[in-house]
């Protein structure tokens, strides 16, 4: 999990993601984030990030936007 912090504003761009995966089928989200503090949004100004597990393997890729976040992948199942 990300340091506790009051609002996003609070933290550092490079704070440590943790992503906890629960069973064991192949899926897929994505991660959406923006400045949280202006509207630059809506000028296409934020990051997307696709993140997937397959074969027990988590791999995120860039699909739009400067998104170079650190990622720990942490399987729950065994």
């Keep these: 999990m990300i340091p506790k912090i009051r609002q996003a504003s609070e933290g550092t761009d490079d704070f440590p993601i943790e992503l906890r995966v629960y069973g064991k089928e ?12 202006i509207y630059h949004y809506e000028e296409g100004e934020y990051a997307l ?3 997937s597990v397959k074969n027990g ?3 995120a890729t860039n699909r739009k936007g400067n998104a170079d976040y650190t990622m720990k992948w942490k399987f729950m199942t065994k």
Excluded: S
């Design 26 to 37: 192949d899926g897929t989200f994505q991660l959406y984030n923006d400045d949280g503090k």
């Design 49 to 51: 990030v696709d993140l």
């Design 57 to 59: 393997e988590g791999i």
